[in-house]
């Protein structure tokens, strides 16, 4: 059942970012073919997929919150991008194809990566509901600065040298590169919806373990970071209590919030 | 008289730049010594002092604008920053100074430039009148986005194998390499200030014609692009002609807008 949902909703979502990324014959062309070749690649959609289910279990309409979820997955294939540059985890390929550099070179992967940004935050712009932007911008925008998603970019930089990084490290990496936007997408969902703010911070919280609950099993799935430190049962036991964390999170909204359970236990147990 | 004007306000956006920019020491450190060694670097910062003078054309306030006036600054840093890397212009020096990834290393650089993007987005949300953040955040990404200052740097690229690029290119790349943002600059400070549509469309054409003309100039002092194509004479004829365009726009706001007449001329008359 939770796979029929997920494969529905991230039809919607590749439906509609490929309405939002420019055409391909616009110009300058190739920067618009690397932007869809980019996106457009069979992810699982999982953050925008979070931003639609929040924004649903607070009570708001999935069309008023389809820009800003697409938003999100635009901030997730900028990051991607430019991690797998050269320079950073030099990554020939990305889900089984060659990366966004090897296709057009690293000069455009930059700049596609730069464009995709500047797109999602174009997108949350046409929110319909001018008065909440301000807060969405904010929340996202501290997300992924260097407080957040690229500090954490920073850090891995940092101890990719070192054989094994401490606890502690892992730890800082992780709640930065990887939960600190779930939770901003769990988090804008329930903004937008205008939830209250007990909602918007509990949903912030389910986000933020769903996250760290994510970059576990990648570990594990992976064979590093966490995995390699604590050998793969610690890791699994690790993921297993960030998720309970997660869903206690989740008990104000009752039954209501069963899709974000089913989307914990997803992630928890997929396996790849 | 200009000079002084100049320097007030360079002074006012560096105080305002260094109190908004993460300090030094908070972690991860490098980041944050790498983003205030890129934007604290002696720029002119000519595109916020553009954003407070249209907004007190208008009869804005200058405190409510700096947030925005900001924001553009870092966002013409991040321009700069990606622009330098090896994979683009290749730029040893910036402004005298080892630039960003000489100093820091080329995967640092292009981090560095991706926060000080995710700051200037921060700065805008910040803005005190909530109600005008989605259209400033609109018109800027949207200025620096595929079909504006990246879609320049894109072609730019492009035409650097090329010996001689055509004068429809050369447009092409200035209009949205320069031009975008400096339009943009000029707009949101009218745009904050509640100026009506028609003021709002003047200061657009004013910061879009000083934005082809600053290219201009910048191409005589370089010896290359336009210069390169009509020599100096006939790029420094286009240059006055764009400028006086830019004059033209400022009518309807009479002697209030001799400040940014004297820009225009500074712009026009500068020799570094």
Do not use: W
């Not at 990554?91 to 089984?96: E, I, K, L, N, V």
């Amino acid at each position: 059942m939770i796979k029929k949902y997920l494969e529905k909703n991230r039809r919607l979502i590749d439906k509609e970012l490929g309405k939002y990324l420019p055409e391909r014959i616009s110009r300058p062309r190739i920067i618009h073919e690397a932007m869809r070749y980019s996106v457009l690649n069979g992810g699982k959609r999982i953050r925008p997929i979070l931003v639609l289910e929040s924004s649903r279990v607070c009570g708001g309409r999935i069309k008023d919150v389809l820009p800003v979820a697409c938003a999100i997955e635009l901030v997730h294939s900028y990051s991607l991008i430019h991690d797998d540059l050269p320079s950073m985890d030099d990554a020939a390929t990305r889900r089984g194809k060659p990366s966004c550099h090897m296709k057009y070179g690293e000069a455009l992967a930059i700049l596609t990566g730069d464009s995709l940004l500047s797109l999602a935050f174009n997108l949350i712009s046409r929110e319909k509901n001018k008065a909440k932007i301000g807060r969405v911008v904010f929340e996202i925008s501290k997300a992924i600065g260097s407080f957040g998603m690229i500090g954490g970019q920073v850090m891995d930089l940092n101890v990719k040298g070192a054989k094994k990084a401490d606890p502690h490290t892992m730890q800082y990496i992780n709640s930065r590169k990887t939960a600190s936007l779930m939770a901003a997408a769990a988090k804008t969902g329930a903004i937008i919806a205008g939830a209250s703010e007990k909602e918007i911070k509990a949903l912030q919280k389910y986000g933020e373990h769903l996250g760290l609950a994510f970059q576990r099993v990648d570990d594990i799935l992976d064979r590093n970071g966490y995995a390699e430190i604590f050998g793969a049962g610690g890791a699994h036991d690790e993921s297993k209590r960030l998720i309970s964390k997660a869903e206690d999170a989740l008990e104000i909204f009752g039954r209501q919030a069963d899709n974000l359970r089913h989307i914990s236990d997803f992630v928890l147990n997929r396996k790849h």
